[in-house]
């Protein structure tokens, strides 16, 4: 994958799978924070702080917040008045109000989805609109038929999948090519130390069959990868808001402890690394074939300078570096080949 360093930053940029668009490898991601758990003014403080430091890609989705995700973003964007060609805005699209028409993958919904984004953005486009997976019970055709329609209308520029699997973005690409209509260009995927097969085994064969490249979320799992639940549950963690009870039984379940006990090995080695838990296990991520960048998430400024820190920390993921992490871990996945071997 073609990378190429920022003239006025250290931020590294890759190609959007086998499209041509650059996007910043560490993008910002408006989930957890956006709209609900953070103040409009921090909201602010880390998007300047972001594009200060070459961040180019901000992610958001129609059902974060309720819409106040998008809302907020879209502030941000009119009172900066950042030119808009130097960033790149990323949006989701199934859930989208509670009537029946106003969630999944229709043609109704995906074109009047994506217009009630832009009109909380307050963009005329956005540069990719991701078709969020829950259940596809439309027909492919039509989800295919959509994305080509609001690409070809110029509300998007491009398309991609999100949550999809190989299978299903494979039939998309194949409906696309079958009636000369548009294929995505990415796959959104969580990808972190403890979910690896996909990013690792099966979006590598997609690029190379396809181009359809990968941008992965979650990074630290959702913090456990920083260490914070090492010692139990503390109060203002997100395992202990409402809402995440599948993050809290997650934390504690067996499995959990013995994520817990890998993590606290991998601190050690992050230490003698010099560098944080969170800046390894993202570089970690950036060294990945096919991923073109991962989407941070993160509540304040101080988190967000640790995170891009992760940049630093590249250079340092020699494959001795990554074979002792895969030997901590003992999860590494093995694509076809090497099982046939």
Known sequence: MKEAIGRHSSMKYRNLGKSGL???????????????????????????????????????????????????????????????????????????????TERGLSRKHIIEGLRGSLSRLQLEYVDIVFANRADIISPMEEVVRGMTFVIDQGLAMYWGTSRWSAVEIMEAYSVARQFNLIPPVCEQAEYHY??????????????????????????????????KYNDGI???????????????????????????????????????????????AIAWCLRSEGVSSVLLGVSNTDQLLENLGALRVLSQMSPQTVNEIDCLLGNRPHSKKECRA
Not at 77 to 84: A, E, L, N, Q, V
Not at 195 to 224: F, N
Not at 235 to 257: D, I, P, T
């Open 234 to 280: 503390p109060q203002s963690s997100r395992a202990s808001m409402k809402g995440y009870h599948w993050l809290k039984e997650r934390v504690s379940s067996e499995e959990g402890r013995r994520q817990l006990a890998k993590i606290k090995e991998l601190h050690m080695l992050a230490d003698r690394l010099g560098c944080t838990a969170a800046q390894l």
């Open 194 to 227: 403890f979910q690896r097969d996909k990013v690792e085994v099966q979006l590598p064969e997609l690029y190379h069959k396809i181009g359809v490249g990968a941008m992965t979320w979650s990074p630290l799992a959702c913090g456990l990868i920083t260490g």
């Open 22 to 100: 650059r996007v910043s490898c560490l993008g910002l991601g408006t989930w957890v924070t956006f709209g609900s758990q953070i103040s409009d003014e921090m909201a602010e403080s880390v998007m300047s702080m972001a594009y200060e430091h070459g961040v180019n890609l901000f992610d958001t989705a129609e059902v974060y917040a309720s819409g106040r995700a998008e809302v907020t973003l879209g502030n941000i964007f009119r009172k900066k008045g950042w030119r808009r060609s130097s960033f790149v805005v990323t949006t989701k699209i199934y859930w989208g109000g509670q009537a029946e």
